[in-house]
């Protein structure tokens, strides 16, 4: 089984991303780790793994300008102002109604966040270490479960685009789902759409509607404590950061 090209090729993989190499160079020297312990020469290998790449290239080319989106965001300080005038606002002895206000809106601009990031700026999964870091503190002030925030997220980023077609939800059914289908189907008959398949998605996207409404409602309402080992930031060092 060690022997086996592919094994070796996923063990030089994992060996190289706990190095923190890029990981588009070790997707290469793994792709080429595979080649040569095989039966493929140099020339046979670049050739398998370029014809390989060929069929991803755009899924390949969208994911790569998630870097730039994020660090677009990241210096722009939306996340850090947004923290803090929640934490300014928090501080001035806020009722229990106006906490549980807050924490709902909260959990409703993380699901318009997730959403966007699918179609209006795809930046896809990038802005989830850009965006919750600076919000722990605050989530920590309104005793937020953070399994809600989990859920709130996973249903904004799959849920988008396995139902709605445009971004990455494009890619995913336009690109990959219909496309496929018809390839392999094309000597079946099967031929499918996009608008097809859209509507096979949306059953089970109502059950995660439902689920998340049940997270948020009902298993993950109650308050919850988090220890703080880290000191959290100060209104000054966030005022200070943001001036920067």
């Known amino acids: 089984m060690l022997t086996n090209p592919v094994v070796i090729s996923i063990i030089v993989l994992l060996a190289l991303s706990l190095l923190r190499i890029n990981v588009v160079i070790a997707l290469i020297i793994s792709a080429l780790v595979a080649g040569l312990t095989s039966s493929l020469n140099l020339t046979d290998t670049i050739q398998v793994f370029t014809n390989g790449l060929g069929g991803g290239a755009e899924v390949a080319m969208n994911y790569a300008i998630l870097g730039a989106f994020a660090i677009a965001i990241s210096k722009s300080g939306i996340t850090d102002l947004l923290a803090y005038k929640v934490i300014k606002r928090l501080g001035n002895s806020p009722t229990g109604r106006s906490m549980a206000g807050f924490k709902y809106l909260i959990l409703a601009v993380l699901v318009l966040f997730s959403i966007s990031s699918q179609n209006l700026i795809p930046v896809h999964i990038a802005f989830i270490p850009i965006v919750i870091p600076p919000l722990l503190s605050i989530f920590n002030k309104l005793k937020l479960d953070r399994r809600a925030v989990a ?94």
């Open 151 to 244: 859920c709130v997220l996973t249903f904004g980023l799959t849920a988008t685009y396995m139902l709605l077609p445009v971004g990455f939800g494009k890619i995913f059914i336009e690109s990959i789902l219909v496309k496929n289908i018809n390839q392999v189907g094309a000597t079946l008959g099967l031929q499918t759409s996009v608008t097809q398949v859209s509507l096979a998605m949306s059953v089970p996207v109502i059950g995660m509607i439902i689920g998340l409404l049940t997270a948020i409602f009902i298993t993950y309402r109650k308050p919850r404590e988090y220890v703080v080992t880290m000191a959290e930031p100060t209104t000054a060092e966030i005022e200070k950061h943001i001036a920067n």
